[in-house]
């Protein structure tokens, strides 16, 4: 029985999120209320508070919900630290925006924080989060770069942390732009082109690999 009620608890979460997602994208987060969320999700606002402390809360787990996959993807590869470093970096920043171009729930959730968000006193805890997760894939960015430095024995023409941060830039404009109008550029493609230019214009070109794979394809 506890099984069950543990099961049915996260389903009732499941649903809240669901409801959530399609009612943020569909009238913005400032005009929904956590009672639209309730009746959409065909439960009672009472277990909304079961499950999260409020408006803000739920919109981080909302978020977390798809953007997790990412942040593990990202984190995973600052990890290495030998002359792999730049090109873990480079897969990693292209899988994420595989998933970006082909999971609707992901888009959708992206879509919602980048441009169906405003940042009222309510959701000060949601753009805590966003600063937090920013300043990480800065601090990613900046240790895979380090570690390329110091494997190829190069120096950078711009601070280390400046490298990091316009390549985070770069990864973040190009989402920002493609999802107000996918069809106006391949968002895998586009990303794979620019982000080369760009580390080769810190002299760390990337040396083509032996067979080209599609982000997310198997060995």
Partial sequence: MARRTKAEAQATRNGLLDAAEQLFQARGVSRTSLNDIAT???TTRGAIYWHFKDKADLFNAMMERVTL??????????LVTDGDALTQLRTALLGALHIIATDASTRRVL???????????????VQERCLRIYRQCV???????TSAVQARGQAL????????TGLQALVEGLVQHWLLNPQAFDLEQTGQQTMDVYLAGLTLSMRPPLQEKTPGQSC
């Fill in 157 to 164: 023409a711009i601070p280390l942390h400046t490298a990091a």
């Fill in 40 to 42: 959409a999700a065909g």
């Fill in 69 to 78: 996959p990412l942040e593990e993807i990202h984190a995973q590869a600052s």
């Fill in 139 to 145: 601090e990613h960015n900046q240790l895979a770069l």
């Fill in 111 to 125: 879509e919602i924080a980048i441009h169906k968000m405003e940042l009222t006193n309510e959701l000060v805890a």
